[in-house]
Nanobody, 119 residues
């Protein structure tokens, strides 16, 4: 019953910035984790960043460049991507997992948004 919708992907120059947004709708337990994953050409899907409560985590390759945060709208998170590199090119997927209530452990995925970093 939870739907995730990503937006903000596109083409950007190396060194540029892009901001992704993920809006979650439906009935969601107050305790949950949201994250961004990505999958580039010929690569496995990897977690880029996550946020639960006030705690954030990042994969080493994006530390200092990417920031995950909550937006003004409820159950919405953003991924601010700065100093983008060609290797950041990937389809980015929003992810949510419920950590409380009867649906504990239920996970949801967005359909993905493509980010291309190229000159």
């Amino acid at each position: 019953q939870v739907q995730l919708v990503e937006s903000g992907g596109g083409l950007v120059q190396p060194g540029g910035s892009l901001r992704l947004s993920c809006a979650a709708s439906g009935r969601i337990d107050p305790i949950y984790l949201m994250a961004w994953f990505r999958q580039g050409p010929g690569k496995q899907r990897e977690m880029v960043a996550s946020i639960t409560g006030g705690t954030t985590n990042y994969t080493d390759s994006v530390k200092g460049r990417f920031t995950i945060s909550r937006e003004n709208a409820k159950n919405t998170v953003a991924l601010q991507m700065d100093s983008l590199r060609p290797e950041d090119t990937a389809t980015y997927y929003c992810y949510l997992i419920e950590l409380g209530g009867i649906n504990y452990g239920q996970a949801y995925w967005g359909k993905g948004t493509l980010v291309t970093v190229s000159s």
